[in-house]
């Protein structure tokens, strides 16, 4: 199987482009799920000229293979612990281990968001459409933990836009979300990382560097529009 994207710019290019043609209602929210899903995030916000922010999600791992989620835990006003149970029955990571897990991505999340946030509130999302963006689903339970979090958080509609998922994994979210832009469903699907050439893990520098390009990219386009008309 060869790789579809070259790296994660030329998949959130052809992303972006898809949902530009979604004419999407404003307000726009592009919300990136961290590390990963940020230079897919920069990309769409730049060609929706909409602002950018993180998502803050942690997976669990199974016990045996990490890269499996078995549950998630979102950041938020009300923090929460969502659990794949055929997964993580599957298996076999108990409830206590699961517990345990949550409390080490919990210290992850304060981490991140100390580092990315400095202090910054996150954008509000109440009645706005929020695209959720990440650079590829695999069993979908991240994704699921920040979808509810966002609907708890008043959004009025909810767009989750990946490269590359399972299709299987796209029909169990659906119930989530309003719209699912997704560019490559392949079959069978193993993992993210084997559909794109370059696959390097993205730093916390360079997610910086992304938030605060995407602000003044922002900054700049506000004030463009109150300029004399």
């Known amino acids: 199987m ?13 992303l972006a482009t898809r949902l530009v043609d979604e004419h999407l209602p404003e307000p726009l929210v592009v919300l990136a799920l961290p590390r990963g899903g940020v ?14 922010d ?10 045996w293979q990490r890269e499996l989620a078995v549950a998630a835990v979102v950041d938020g006003v009300h923090p929460e612990v969502v659990i794949d149970e055929e ?9 206590a281990y699961i517990d345990e897990q949550a409390q080490i991505e919990w210290r992850e999340i304060e981490r991140r968001r100390a580092v990315y946030l400095r202090g910054r509130a996150p954008l509000p999302v109440r009645g706005a459409t929020v695209i959720v963006v990440d ?10 933990a920040a979808l509810k979090a966002l609907r708890r958080r008043g959004a009025a509609r909810l767009v989750l836009a990946v490269p590359v998922a399972p299709h299987r994994t796209l029909m169990a979210l659906q119930r989530e979300v309003d719209r699912i832009v997704c560019l490559a469903e392949p079959e069978p699907f193993r993992a993210i990382g084997l559909h794109y050439r370059d696959f390097e893990q993205v730093s916390d520098e ?15 386009s506000g004030a463009a529009g109150e300029g004399p008309h």
């Open 2 to 14: 060869s790789p579809r994207f070259a790296d994660r710019t030329e998949a959130a290019r052809a």
């Open 54 to 63: 993180l998502l803050l999600v942690r997976k669990i791992g199974a016990p």
């Open 87 to 95: 997964t993580s029955q599957a298996t076999g990571a108990s409830r």
């Open 135 to 144: 650079d590829g689903i695999a069993t979908g339970t991240t994704a699921r």
């Open 206 to 220: 360079q997610v910086l560097a992304a938030l605060d390009a995407a602000a003044a990219a922002t900054a700049e």
């Open 39 to 52: 230079p897919i995030g920069v990309e769409v916000a730049k060609r929706l000229h909409a602002p950018l």
